[in-house]
């Protein structure tokens, strides 16, 4: 991602021990709906009358309400609490008043300032008449003010300023507290955000869809590459919280439709990208307990059975591509006794479409219960409620025989193949983001390798990839190591075991000798018939290819 961000819960991030592709409201902290989720008054979300939101947006520039701005006004220590949902930094380094603090102190922090202050800074009038602010005391510039949203800084990839308008204190994790979450919140900035963002292909097309848009942010991404964005979502709030977004970020607006799934966009043409951060969280669809409100919080849950809502998504899909369009999504997925879990994803995968899916993470039962609990603030329920809603996980998850929780991607391409390429694939590492060039071009490999024979392979030229080193593993003192890895120091920073002859033949590809030749070589120094390492070595070739090791050199003779 460009810019820098508040992001409490960046991909990877050390300060939380939710999985870092978890939905945005996920923080060990997060405070929210304690007894139940449900709170009856429901805010109404501001006016986007373009010309308003213009100078509002302007306004915000001015004052310097940019991601860099606010690093640079709160400092590194205090611009990370804050990415923890810790605001006592935040307010102490705003204390001073002026321009930038007055609107951290509104938008991020939930503060009430001087309306004198706010009408310093922005277009007050209209943004009390908008529904921006809310008036407290006196009705002129002698009372105070405080926002009805959150507005988070966001720097775009090619660091573009952008703001993310959510529902009141989800900007940063609910810094400043929530108090009770109504079930339609409409959530900000995640990590499973920014990890979506990160790994969508970014190619220009003419046909984008946002399903489950949330607050936008996948829609306003889409929106710089693609001529036409259609953003979903089942939560009128969510079209409402998306529409300002987009305005406030100056960009085009996207055809905004409210529905269930792909219902919305039921029948029309297909797309060239979907993408979707989906109510993917695994939850009870029974109530704990008589009497007990516990309700579905519509960010994250999707209404349906175990992991039924992802599945759907998927299966469906490709119904809604165009010809060699993606739709890349985040996803949840139950490990069940008995069931091959990688059988289980790769029987979601339509018909058409090859798919790339990678485990990211790996939680049992509880550990997951635990989690999900802890971001509905079910944690500060009281005992018997905590542990009734506990066990109402544990429940269904034992009548499906669910043993744990992947969570990770899932990228469908529509190649029309006869044989489509399916990979399911395990990779907790850190990976390097963005990630959407090295999407495409796994895609494009694996293109290549359904393409080429083995006889044609030996034909072709190869060139090592950049930032790829070799380490010898073995004991102190050994002359020779007991195996090489090579490693990538860019992308997915894959590892791969390699034998001496994988090593040597990786270490001569400059792109100047036929892999053929290379072998024959290699066998003579070692002593090898050439004929049986030409018949052994191609599908060595083939893995350091497919991930992206080895490059094809193309019209090398
Ligand atoms: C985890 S949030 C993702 C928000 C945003 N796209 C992002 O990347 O941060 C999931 C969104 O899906 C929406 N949603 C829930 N159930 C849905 C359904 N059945 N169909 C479409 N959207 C749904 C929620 O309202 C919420 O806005």
């Known amino acids: 991602m460009g810019g820098v961000s508040t992001s409490p819960r960046h991909p990877g991030s050390p300060d939380t021990d939710a999985p870092a592709d978890a939905p945005s409201g996920t923080g ?63 307010l102490r380094a705003t204390r001073g008043g002026g321009p930038l603090p007055t ?56 660091g573009q300023d952008w703001w993310i308008v959510a529902d009141l204190g989800c900007a940063v994790g609910g810094a400043g507290g929530i108090g009770a979450r109504h079930e339609d919140v409409v959530l900000g900035v995640g990590g499973a955000s920014t990890t979506l963002a990160g790994i969508t292909v970014r190619k220009p097309v003419a046909r984008a869809l946002d399903l489950g848009t949330g607050s936008g942010i996948q829609a306003l991404h889409a929106a710089q590459h693609a001529t036409r964005v259609t953003a979903t979502d089942v939560n009128p709030r969510a079209l409402a919280f998306t529409r300002l977004t987009l305005a406030l970020s100056g960009a085009p607006g996207a055809d905004l439709r409210e529905g269930s799934l792909f219902e919305p966009v039921e029948g029309e043409e297909p797309y060239d990208l979907i993408v979707s951060n989906p109510p993917f969280v695994i939850a009870p669809q029974a109530a704990p307990a008589e009497g007990d409100a516990a309700g579905r919080l519509t960010y994250r849950e999707g209404g349906m059975s175990g992991d039924d809502l ?29 069931e091959d879990w990688q059988e289980r994803l790769r029987s979601w995968v339509p018909a058409g479409c090859d798919a790339w899916i990678v485990q990211r993470e790996v939680q049992d039962i509880a550990q997951y219960a635990e989690l999900w609990l802890r971001d509905a603030g079910d944690h500060l329920a009281g005992r018997d409620v905590y542990e009734a809603r506990y066990a109402a996980w544990l429940d269904e998850f034992e009548q499906r025989g669910t043993t744990a929780v992947g969570f990770g991607w899932i990228t469908l391409r529509k190649s029309g193949a006869e044989r489509p390429h399916v990979q399911v694939e395990e990779w907790p590492h850190p990976v390097e983001q963005p990630l959407g060039e090295e999407v495409e071009g796994h895609f494009a490999r694996q293109d290549f ?23 010898q593993v073995g004991m102190p003192g050994a002359e020779d190591p007991e195996h090489v890895v090579l490693r990538q120091n860019r992308g997915m920073r894959r590892a791969s075991k390699v034998d001496t002859v994988g090593a040597g033949f990786a270490g001569v590809c400059d792109g100047s000798l036929p892999a053929g030749r290379i072998l024959d070589a290699i066998a003579q120094l070692v002593g090898e018939d050439p004929v049986i390492l030409r018949d052994r070595t191609p599908e060595a070739i083939r893995l350091l290819v497919g991930q992206g090791f080895l490059r094809p050199v193309p019209d090398a003779d």
Do not use: K, M
Request: net charge negative; with cysteine; proline share 6%.
């Open 449 to 471: 390798l359904r393409d080429t024979d083995d006889a044609a392979l030996l034909d072709l030229h190869f060139r090592l990839a950049d930032e790829v080193v070799q380490e």
């Open 103 to 158: 609107l951290v102190r509104l938008f991020l922090l939930q503060q009430s300032v001087p309306a004198s202050r706010a009408a310093a800074v922005l277009p007050l009038d209209d943004a009390l008449a908008d529904g921006w602010l809310v008036g407290e005391g006196a009705a002129d510039e002698a009372g105070s003010v405080r926002a009805t949203v959150d507005i988070r800084p966001y720097g775009g990839p090619d």
């Open 310 to 338: 992802c599945r759907t998504l998927v299966e469906r899909a490709g119904e809604h591509l165009a010809d060699g369009g993606y739709c890349q999504l985040l996803a949840n997925w139950e490990h069940r006794e008995g």
């Open 28 to 90: 060990t902290d997060a405070p929210a709906a304690a007894a139940g989720h449900g709170s009856p008054a429901v805010p109404a979300v501001p006016a986007a009358d373009p010309d308003r939101v213009a100078r509002l947006r302007a306004a915000l520039l001015a004052a310097g309400f940019t991601a860099d701005g606010l690093l640079e006004l709160l400092g590194g220590p205090a611009y990370s609490a804050l990415a923890r949902s810790e605001t006592v930094p935040a």
